[in-house]
């Protein structure tokens, strides 16, 4: 049995506010607490607003690489691309949602660097061993909707490691590895909405996922490059496929 | 505020049990209740065993179309496949933990027609208004481990749509629509385990999602084709457009 709650009077973030004292003076935490931070706020807690008339090129300038274009009939394109931390998503993690008028959010720089930066002050300040992810909200390749997931995290295991242990016939469970720091992000979100004003969860009763800060942090969830098998949008690749097979199959017919 | 907890003392299912009765006589429901139940019992109900000495074979009776495949460098094969769902995951739905020797469990038929069925049950036996969510394992493209997501629902709202909602700085949420039932599944997952004997969670006090037993089911998550950019694997996709392209350039370098 676990609890997960919000803190509800958490004022508007501005550039330089300190997370830990806001969160640590407004919640009484226990022992074994998991702390679930939007990561809107850590990012305008470290003044990552950016002048951005135009949210797409916000965009653009975050992508490392476009992984998939899609225009709709209605003249929307939609940009599935890979930000600077490895993340594929539709927007890069801009942020234009709850941001002044002509400015647009970035990501914190190192937002398993910001989780271990407010797990360590959460656990001087209140003398408890607590967890911290900082969440984002993320879009699938195969299912509708978005859910919330870790883009950051500190003194939590972020996989609880199934493999090599046994299942209830006695059978090895050799893949299994749910991603427990994804799925507290998404408990959190079920309590902290979308529409601002509850920006952090306690995610109380789930103890045994809390360890030392030196655990990997989120940054380990991504997956990595060699064992992508979507690398690029069916329509890209087919594309690229096409170019290389022309040019080959002109030359391979003239004898080259 | 909402709470998770399990039903700890659901025996082993068996073809044929009532699971309104397993669970109903084991938990006091309150109204607004969600009820996760892992689709491994569903199935088990259902009498879903098949006899299969092979795990591979029993995934590719349950494939409808193989989405990308990748053979590593120890041999070990994985296969991206759609199954008749039309649920994109690496296994098909096809269980082989916790199964007996020889068998494999295969998903339920109709998992939103079985949801709809339990909740009904439920809220006869119980007399209040439950929501019910059939969980399943699945893994992400460009994220390591895998999530609990809902294959099945009933009485509750999949997404929570904040299509046209305004944000706290007077903007309009265009986009987002997190889909709370999957991050429901999750939520109950990480009570319910995977090593068995914990099939069902009771998530109380997110009330707000429970609705009519006519919301659409968990089969609406699934992203419909002509929205998914990612229906074939990289490599696939660019084998096939290279053939294609070999194939015209040849054909135009001798002046067909």
């Known amino acids: 049995m676990y609890s997960v709650s919000v803190i509800d009077d958490i004022p508007e973030v501005r550039p330089g506010d300190d997370l830990v004292e806001l969160i640590g003076s407004r919640a009484e935490l226990a022992d074994g607490d998991i702390v679930v931070v939007t990561s809107k706020i850590v990012s305008k807690s470290e003044g990552r607003f950016v002048a951005a008339d135009d949210r797409e ?45 002509g400015t647009v959010l970035l ?61 209830n016939s006695g059978k090895p469970m050799v893949v299994t590895q749910p991603c427990v720091a994804d799925e507290i992000a998404s408990a959190g979100d079920l309590v902290k909405g979308k529409t601002g004003g509850t920006p952090v969860a306690i995610v109380r009763g789930l103890g045994r996922f809390v360890g030392d800060l030196d655990l990997p942090g989120a940054a380990t969830i991504v997956r990595p490059v060699d064992q992508d098998l979507f690398r690029t949008g069916s329509e890209e690749a087919y594309g690229d496929g096409y170019r290389d097979g022309f040019s080959e199959g002109q030359q391979e017919a003239v004898g080259l």
């Open 57 to 101: 090129q916000a965009i653009s300038d975050e992508t490392v690489r476009v992984v998939a274009t899609r225009t709709t009939a209605d003249g929307r394109t939609t940009r599935i691309v890979e930000n600077r931390l490895g993340i594929v998503s539709a927007a890069a993690g801009v942020d234009a949602s709850n941001t002044p008028d």
């Open 107 to 167: 990501l914190p720089v190192d937002p398993d660097g910001s989780a271990r930066s407010i797990c360590v002050g959460l656990r001087e300040l209140s003398g408890v061993s607590v967890g911290v992810i900082i969440s984002d909200t993320l879009g699938r390749a195969w299912r509708q909707g978005q859910l919330d997931v870790a883009i950051g995290a500190a003194g939590v295991h972020v996989f609880d490691d199934l493999r090599g242990t046994l299942d």
